[in-house]
């Protein structure tokens, strides 16, 4: 990497990538906070809103009932850091959701769990990023008013940031984290103090505005049913919180430990400021609408489609600081750093499920190799894709987005919980020892309740969001499911048509003899090099073959062979029509039909290039018989490479694709980089 | 290819396809005029329109001036007729221009030349199927109202059609032809005997029109530049004249004679057809406007931007037939499928001649082959691609792609008649014999002419045409040039870099050794395959080596390599970071440090699978790492195959694959589509 292509990084991302220190040691809990809580925590960017905008269709009258479901979301939200804390000790070695529902409830569980985790991960990108924008957007008008485009074009960023392999460290994340925590935590302070002891009226931009309601009235089970729809978007404040359960390894010891810890201190800090945020929105009457255009009354019209509904964050910290003071675009910001870093952690996620996946033989294989390159550029790209086809569809707009968001979630909560009890069942029919028993019949109880909270929420969800999103979420499971099952069958089924049997058969069968041929077109160095390795492996029959596609060029062959001496027999194979492949292959299956015990080795000198397009104009005829050969039985192929000039272009760039690393590599307790433990699954 | 599929190719071209007979013998005159004259007479369908709408730019009173441009047309088509029977006689083996232009002018000549006719196949495409879709118009409505969409099917079926490899006969051409030429003449001869003896006056649809005119009262220079611009029009009466220089070979013998008396045929015919529909023309007032909609004057107002102006050909039909009468639709049906078939003949010049140019390397080597399918659908794909691309832009619009299409013809035709001059004088130095003499003096006099006449032509095309498109065509013309020029160089370049040195190299010096690594994951049939097979080639050293990437999975492999007792020492590599290339790559390096004379032979068991898709699943990781392995020296890279029981279908599809043959065969002298004379260049 040139100097010059170095400096827009290092505006972008600033001193922290020259700290590569940090990358050395495992984290401290006060670095793996942010590392691990960007997700969950900047959930509560968008949560409150989504609450307060379904209690908005029966009027904002129904704004007091927003307490009750915020109460629910803290007994669900410590439900969940519970149950998870409890995973955390279990699996040490970072036992994600999958590997949990995998190893307790079997491969279809497993599979499920990753479908809907693959799922989530293009979510939390399209969620994130329009949800990003949007806070940006109460700062800067233009990203909002170009709203689809700025976050397409913030997806492509992250993108390229994450192919080209940023190397991470701890403060990357820690920075912005804690700024957008300090942040709201002065605004609910301040708004606190503000509020209640100076006595200070607040107003937020749409106090003054009213709420027509979809529905006025509203009572009984219809009743019920909306508060349930808010509370179920009120758990998007959820999202993310498994994250840390995957990163144990990367914490420093007591692992377990201090990441229970950790998770603790995120769930306590997120709900804090999801209720704060609740409180002051109701304290500064902001109104949301699930339509604003059509549902906010100004001045007794409605606002129209030019409105642009601001976040409750952002409506609220232009009360409490002023709109457009230091303080309220110090905090759009910082609110949008960490939803932008939230989606992230997805970019980190995706390619590392992907590589787990693979090692199960639910994806191609080849993505198996964690940190590799090409692998992990294709998940990045597919996560990409679809997070952008997402943001298209959906217009960017965080609300409907969250719709199909919060259904993944809370299958792989459940199943995980599931898979949990059903661990601790298996561990306390072998544990004898009175206080291990104790504490796991203690685990076991607390997942047990998690497994049942999250899984009626699962079905509240379900309910009351199928027709809003929901379905297009379980479409994508669906897809992924049948994608993974079908390769699965794919490998199984190879794998039982190549397994070797007991007793030696026909493969082990050494042939009697290896005939050798080397195609030559012309004497040139290639040639030459794969004659003299073709002469050095002593083979028991070796012969020169060249095909006569003209005439006077087949003559100068045999001159120029016979003029060097070169002690090979050169056997000419004509071909009236012009092919290469075909008068090869019949000669090929010409020699297996006289001495079906030998076998044929074809030495095929080949061209090493630099640049892509020198592939079209060499080896191509060689690569096409090469395909032809293999289909033949008792053949060997062999390629002679001769190096090119231009090659060493190609080997320099092959060289410092090794150097790359894979981003996240900070979550996953890396040295340098590298894994610190190599054989555990993170 | 099973019954069913047939159907439709039968119901499309008929009987014609069972007769394969015809394949077999040589083409008899008769036969032989259809195949090569379908191009050059189908340019009447347009020629006549394009002199009349260039006149009417100075008013329908310039009409008087076409029979002037028709006897002027009439000269240099007998010119263009007269120099090629020189060619043909010259170049009995079927010497195209580029092989004339490029044996006599040199290289750049030729490249030229190649340039023009590329950039010409392409245009004869987009021309043939847009004047075909105009014709086909006067006839059925819906197809010149959706006139690009047709024209782009047409392409696109016709670009199926020669993917597919239907095979020809000489029938296909026949019927058609014969029908439009005999089609033409009852016309013209009908119109003669009732307009002179019948004095029935003919009214074409457009007799009562008038027309404004751009310019009025044209005088002195400018009345001679818009008369030379109208002749220029005239000329594309001359495109794919030269064809039949191409096809010498596919005649009867006396070859050349044969084929020379063909050329005059033709000639007669394309100049007869040509001044009898302008005189048609002129007997029923056909008025035809460069922009109809606005300079057309119909009862005192412009017909407007819907006016559809009918080509003259069947404006002059209706005139003499009746509109809509059943002469009328079998002619313009007729004139609609030689058009299409014109535009065929390029789906077979295309590739053809970039087989030739292959072999002189200009475009990568792989399209030497020539009837070879991939190369072939290369080209096709090439050629269609371009030619809709010039549909879409200008519109189908006949009249405004002429404007591309004579420059490169007459750029071929004036380079290849100074060839033939350049020709005959070389002969003339070693001639003795005086009546040989007398002929070649009396034949480079008419190739004199004509690269005169020829020369002058292209001048007064590029002057008036150049701003009206024909820069476009030009445009063409360099960047195939460019492009060509480049891809010779590359060769030359590796060419120069890969020549064996006079004494022996290091290329000739044979290894010391070979030590042989068979590359092994699990023990399974592929694996015992390739060691079998290593085996049996007696290498210096043989090893198997394994990757380290799950503890467990070594483990069982080396427990299960013992029992077997394969006896081959099996290595472990270590992989912390569960790579498979790099630890490969460095053990290999490795040993190239330790004994830099031996050399390194790397054994990869391979799959062998029938679904594109499958490849995404097998041996990405073998394929790459063998990518890098040749970036190695000192290394070969030996595949085995396993072939899959997928692999069968994929097997049975190239085995199909191989009795496709390449159309255009029967314009080359193919004995059941294979060429007879495979070693001279057709």
Sequence with gaps: MSKLTDVPKRILIGRALRSEKLGETLLPKRIALPVFASDPLSSVAYAPGEVLLVLSIAGASAYHFSPWIAAAVVVLMFTVVASYRQNVHAYPSGGGDYEVANTNLGPKAGLTVASALLVDYVLTVAVSISSGVENLGSAIPFVVEHKVFSAVAIIVLLTLMNLRGVKESGKLFAIPTYVFVTGVFIMIMWGAFKGI???????????????????????????????????????????????????????????????????????????????????????????????????????????????????????????????????????????????????????????????????DRYLPRQLHTRGDRLAFSNGIVLLAGAAILLVWVYEADSTKLIQLYIVGVFVSFTLSQTGMVRHWNRHLKTERDKGKRRRMIRSRAINTFGAFFTGLVLIVVLATKFTHGAWVALLGMVIFYGTMTAIRKHYDRVAEEIAAPDEPGEDSVRPSRVHAIVLVSKVHRPTLRAVAYAKAMRFDRLEAISINVDPAETTALKQEWDRRGINVPLKILDSPYREITRPVIEYVKGLRRESPRDVVSVIIPEYVVGHWYEHFLHNQSALRLKGRLLFTPGVMVTSVPYQLVSSEAAKQRARKRQEWHAPGSVRRGMVNGRPKEPSGRA
Tied chains: 1, 2.
């Design 197 to 359: 002891v100076l006595d200070d009226t607040m107003r937020a931009p749409t106090a003054d505005y009213e709420i027509k309601p979809e529905h006025q009235g509203l009572a009984g089970f219809a009743l019920l049913f909306l508060l349930l729809r808010a509370f179920s978007s009120g758990c998007a404040a959820l999202t993310g919180v498994e994250a840390i359960s995957n990163g144990v390894p990367a914490f420093r010891k007591p692992k377990s430990r201090n990441a229970a810890t950790t998770l603790f201190m995120m769930g306590a800090l997120a709900v804090t400021m999801f209720c704060g945020i609740i409180g002051l929105a109701m304290a500064t009457d902001v109104k949301m609408a699930e339509f604003p255009a059509r549902d906010l009354i100004s001045n007794g019209a409605p606002v129209g489609p030019d409105y642009v509904q601001n976040p409750v964050i952002s409506q609220v910290a232009a009360a409490v600081f002023g709109d457009g003071t230091f303080f309220f675009v110090l905090l759009a910001a910082a609110t949008a750093l960490v939803l932008f870093l939230a989606a992230n952690t997805a970019y980190n996620g995706f390619p590392l499920l992907g590589s787990i996946l693979a090692q």
